[in-house]
């Protein structure tokens, strides 16, 4: 099977493609992940039948700041594919639970993190964070300041709003090695 069989029949979906020896990727617009997704899986040349975990990160210097990858596994012919695409902050996402039903526990997690809006998923609710918590974050522009936490105080057997203050001294990284003196 090769990479380049998804290039010839979905031309128009793919914007790149990169093979190297231990990782393909293939990058789309978020607008096609859907119908990219659906031929992956439904294939005979392809058969990308399970959907190992969808994953996140933030770039907040870009115009797309959020990079989606979509991690999936072909079981018959032993190969791992990773379906990427950008977003900005206003922009949704097609959820694809209907083509593969675990994702929508992973799109819950990317929605509660990031903020990633997941258009036809019936599930986003909060599954890391506290119902009441503002914000999402793992977003690089977080502020570490300024939110309240729920503790649970054993004393007063009482769910407790506490302001939440992390100092700046733990963010700034030093990249001084201690062990050449």
Same mark, same amino acid.
């Given at each position: ?10 031309p ?8 190297s020896?231990?990782?393909?990727y @293939?990058?789309?617009?978020?607008y096609?992940i859907?119908?990219i ?5 439904r ?5 990308f #039948?399970?959907?190992t975990?969808i ?6 210097? #870009?115009?797309? #700041? ?10 018959k ?5 990773n ?7 206003i ?7 209907s ?13 509660? @993190?990031?903020g990633v809006y ?5 599930? @986003? ?5 506290d ?5 999402h974050?793992l977003r690089?522009?977080?502020?570490l300041?300024?939110y ?17 203050e992390?100092?700046q001294?733990? #963010?700034?990284?030093?990249?001084s ?5």
């Amino acid at each position: 099977m090769s990479i380049f069989n998804f290039y010839w029949i979905i031309p128009k979906y793919i914007t790149y493609f990169l093979i190297s020896k231990y990782e393909t990727y @293939l990058l789309t617009s978020p607008y096609y992940i859907y119908y990219i997704l659906y031929f992956l899986k439904r294939n005979t040349n392809s058969q990308f #039948r399970i959907l190992t975990d969808i994953s996140c990160s933030d770039f907040p210097e #870009r115009v797309n #700041r959020f990079e989606i990858n979509y991690h999936l596994l072909s079981i018959k012919y032993n190969t791992r594919l990773n379906v990427k695409t950008y977003l900005d902050e206003i922009t949704n996402i097609e959820s694809i639970h209907s083509i593969y039903s675990n994702s929508v526990w992973s799109e819950r997690e990317v929605w509660d @993190l990031f903020g990633v809006y997941f258009k036809n998923n019936n599930d @986003l609710r909060r599954i890391l964070t506290d119902y009441a918590f503002e914000g999402h974050p793992l977003r690089k522009d977080f502020p570490l300041t300024g939110y309240y936490e729920l503790v649970y105080d054993n004393n007063e057997k009482l769910i407790l709003s506490q302001f939440l203050e992390t100092t700046q001294e733990f #963010r700034l990284y030093q990249y001084s090695n201690s062990w050449n003196r």
